[in-house]
Nanobody, 128 residues
Framework: QVQLVESGGGLVQTGGSLRLSCAAS????????MGWFRQAPGKEREFVAV????????YYADSGKGRFTISRANAKNTVYLQMNSLKPEDTAVYYC?????????????????????WGQGTQVTVSS
């Protein structure tokens, strides 16, 4: 069992930055691939970024490439999402998720069904 708690969301102006954190409880955090997803009102949950269990590999959705950076600190059981140059279309609830796999990250990680555990989400609002 893994419990995930996101934090760091808030209101920011266009062009601003936010750093989201996701704290995990439970054993063996470093055996999980960790992902970030987001969901805007009236839209489906969409993939943002993923990081491998050891932190050496990452994969991003096109929407965040060059602006978002995912990282993890296994000693702290925490995964981060640094978001820069934010746009109004980034407004959404952001969720972290854990997938019990050590597969090489890639397009498969963009599917919500691959993840067994989810946090409750943190709201990010970007004003224009």
């Amino acid at each position: 069992q893994v419990q995930l708690v996101e934090s760091g969301g808030g209101l920011v102006q266009t062009g601003g930055s936010l750093r989201l954190s996701c704290a995990a409880s439970g054993r063996s955090f470093n055996t999980y691939t960790m992902g970030w997803f987001r969901q805007a009102p009236g839209k489906e949950r969409e993939f943002v970024a993923v990081i491998s269990w050891g932190g050496s590999s990452t994969y991003y959705a096109d929407s965040g490439k060059g602006r978002f950076t995912i990282s993890r600190a296994n000693a702290k059981n925490t995964v981060y999402l640094q978001m820069n140059s934010l746009k109004p279309e980034d407004t959404a609830v952001y969720y972290c998720a854990a997938a019990p796999t050590r597969r090489t990250v890639g397009p498969w990680a963009g599917t919500t069904d691959e993840y067994d555990y989810w946090g409750q989400g943190t709201q990010v609002t970007v004003s224009s």
